[in-house]
């Protein structure tokens, strides 16, 4: 079956040490997101990209970095200079980028990232 | 501004009682998409339901139904006889231009669903 795998499913870390979190998808979408989710709170786009080589940045992208070398894999960096890494992060897919505003996205079941 | 509002954080019901849980939105564009996803305590957003600005038809499917009132800015969500498996936190959201002319989803806070046996 087709999805989206992320892992870890829970990871902590120690202050000031960068961290990346898998993304996976078989789903030949082009289109894959990272969102963070806190407490009390809708999901937060951290960063986009809409084909392979290209991404950009969302409402909260200070703090991370990504790379899309494959169509498949969408890693997120948490870095040392993200303030208040502690949250549920979320990667998710759709098709198409252009297409996007109205493709329900596929969600992966999202890493807890506990930085102490 | 484009934003979507679910005032009810948390709702606590009995097992076969009915349930709504509503969604208000604002949004600078004339075309648009709304969808309702559920999340589940295993962390993963499952998509329920989507509807776009043109199509203010109701919809039911089984025990879950949507309220579309574009008039009001309103996408409500209602279970009928809700069921323990229903709890679960709901989000509405609401499609976006973007700056570069992309979309995205802009995401409510959730509302959280207790159904009590």
């Known amino acids: 079956d087709g999805g989206i795998t992320q892992s870890p499913k829970y990871l902590f870390r120690k202050e000031g040490q960068n961290v990346t979190l898998s993304c996976e998808q078989n789903?030949?979408?082009?289109?894959m997101y990272w969102y963070r989710q806190d407490p009390g709170q809708g999901l937060r786009l951290i960063y986009y990209?809409?084909?392979?080589?290209?991404?950009q940045k969302g409402d909260i992208a200070e703090g991370y970095s990504v790379s899309r070398e494959k169509k498949e894999s969408f890693p997120l960096t948490v870095t040392s200079a993200q303030k208040n890494p502690t949250a549920f992060y979320l990667c998710?897919?759709?098709?198409?980028?252009?297409?996007?505003?109205?493709?329900?996205?596929?969600f992966g079941n999202g890493t807890r990232l506990t930085v102490t | 501004a484009q934003k979507v509002t679910q005032a009810q954080t948390e709702i606590s019901v009995v097992e076969k009682e009915d349930v709504t849980l509503d969604c208000v939105y604002e949004?600078?564009?004339?075309?648009?998409?709304l969808f309702w996803y559920k999340q589940p305590p295993s962390g993963e957003l499952v998509f329920l339901i989507r509807?776009?600005?043109?199509?203010?038809q109701n919809e039911i499917s089984g025990r879950y139904s949507w309220n579309f009132q574009k008039s009001t800015s309103s996408f409500n969500f209602t279970i009928t006889a809700s069921q323990v498996v229903d709890s679960a936190v709901y989000f509405c959201?609401?499609?976006?231009?973007?700056?570069?002319?992309?979309?995205?989803?802009?995401f409510g806070s959730g509302t959280r669903l207790l159904v009590r046996p």
């Open positions: 509807r776009n600005s043109f199509d203010e």
């Open positions: 789903l030949n979408h082009d289109a």
């Open positions: 959201a609401l499609s976006a231009t973007w700056m570069d002319s992309s979309y995205k989803l802009i």
């Open positions: 990209s809409q084909i392979v080589n290209d991404f």
């Open positions: 998710a897919s759709t098709p198409t980028g252009a297409s996007s505003y109205n493709s329900p996205l596929h």
């Open positions: 949004t600078r564009d004339t075309t648009y998409y």
